[in-house]
T-cell receptor, first 113, second 120 residues
């Protein structure tokens, strides 16, 4: 069985602050993929990033960065200099040997002006 | 390419009625998924198709639920004798799996905007 835990239900920050969204996963598979999706108020899930279990290099894309640590089974997501448009629900997801994605319960991020 | 389309976007029905949702995936995508999302939760897997074959069904998919993808293109999800517990957002996603040298597990799902069901 696989499981994704996003312990932070809601986070509120002021614009330009940095914020980190935590994701902890469980799987018995040795090969697996981790994903982050963003769900803005419009409701459509938007893909942000995919990492495989063999690549622990951190990744940066503009104001977004991801920290993957197999030792702690974590795949955390940091937004630097947050903006109001970053307000959304963010989901971490895992796919191992199963064909479907298993999602966490999401973190509601609110960025205040 | 217009992305994944779902119809209707909103459906309000009375308990006991049947409802049907339609999903039109990205045209070249061979996999199609249905997920259900309730308020404050992440999407939960219901079922998926590879072309026209339904390859996996979640235990969440009771016998009142049926999904089809008759020609490997669009898909329908029907809920019979709706119950108030069926109220949720029903999400469809599609992906291109097993091609272009991408491992199956790595394929990225593209989601539609969802169909919101309210059962009174």
């Amino acid at each position: 069985a696989q499981k994704v835990t996003q312990a932070q239900t809601e986070i509120s920050v002021v614009e330009k602050e940095d914020v980190t969204l935590d994701c902890v996963y469980e799987t018995r598979d040795t090969t697996y993929y981790l994903f982050w999706y963003k769900q803005p108020p419009s409701g459509e899930l938007v893909f942000l990033i995919r990492r495989n279990s063999f690549d622990e290099q951190n990744e940066i894309s503009g104001r977004y960065s991801w920290n993957f640590q197999k030792s702690t089974s974590s795949f955390n997501f940091t937004i630097t200099a947050s903006q109001v448009v970053d307000s959304a629900v963010y989901f971490c997801a895992l796919r191992g040997s199963a064909r479907q994605l298993t999602f966490g319960s999401g973190t509601q991020l609110t960025v205040l002006p | 390419d217009t992305g994944v389309s779902q119809d209707p976007r909103h459906k309000i029905t009375k308990r006991g009625q049947n409802v049907t949702f339609r999903c039109d995936p990205i045209s070249e995508h061979n996999r199609l998924y249905w997920y259900r999302q309730t308020l404050g939760q992440g999407p939960e897997f219901l079922t998926y198709f590879q072309n026209e074959a339904q390859l996996e069904k979640s235990r969440l998919l009771s016998d009142r639920f049926s999904a089809e993808r008759p020609k490997g293109s669009f898909s329908t999800l029907e809920i019979q004798r709706t119950e108030q517990g069926d109220s949720a957002m029903y999400l469809c996603a599609s992906s291109l799996a097993g091609k272009l040298g991408v491992p199956s597990g790595a394929n990225v799902l593209t989601f539609g905007a969802g169909s919101r069901l309210t059962v009174l």
